[in-house]
C-alpha cells in the first residue's frame, strides 16, 4: 500500500490550498480515509476524515474551511483548505483504514503546510 501526498506549501493568512493524496495497492473504494496534521511540539490531530460510504467528519476548528473529498475512480483523496490561519501550520498526513480481518491504517509521509500572518 503506498500513500503519496502532494500540494503542500506556504501561503498567507485567508489563502487556500489544496491537498492531494494518491492512493495505491488497495481496494480504494473499500477504504475509510482522512487528513491529519502534526503542528510543531503537538500530537497528531484529525483534521477531516471520509468513509467509504462518503460520511465527512471535520474537526472544529475547520469545519466550515475545509472540505474533505475522495474520487473513488482517480484513487485520490483531496483536502481543500480555504481561509487559511496561521494555526493551520503543520505537517498533514492522509492515511487510509482497511478491514482484512483487522484494522488496518496506512500513512502517507506528509506534506508540510505554513501559514504567514
Known amino acids: 500500500v503506498q500513500l503519496q501526498a502532494y500540494g503542500g506549501g506556504a501561503v498567507q493568512a485567508g489563502g487556500s490550498l489544496r491537498l492531494s493524496c494518491a492512493v495505491s495497492?488497495?481496494?480504494?473504494?473499500?477504504?475509510?480515509m482522512g487528513w491529519y496534521r502534526q503542528a510543531p511540539g503537538k500530537q497528531r490531530e484529525s483534521v477531516a476524515t471520509?468513509?467509504?460510504?462518503?460520511?465527512?467528519i471535520y474537526a472544529g476548528s475547520v469545519k466550515g474551511r475545509f472540505t474533505i473529498s475522495r474520487d473513488n475512480a482517480e484513487h485520490t483523496m483531496l483536502l481543500q483548505m480555504n481561509n487559511l490561519k496561521p494555526e493551520d501550520t503543520a505537517v498533514y498526513y492522509c492515511?487510509?483504514?482497511?478491514?482484512?480481518?483487522?484494522?488496518?491504517?496506512?500513512w502517507g509521509r506528509g506534506t508540510l503546510v505554513t501559514v504567514s500572518s
Open positions: 492515511k487510509v483504514t482497511r478491514y482484512t480481518g483487522r484494522w488496518q491504517d496506512y
Open positions: 471520509i468513509s467509504r460510504y462518503g460520511v465527512t
Open positions: 495497492g488497495i481496494i480504494f473504494s473499500a477504504a475509510d
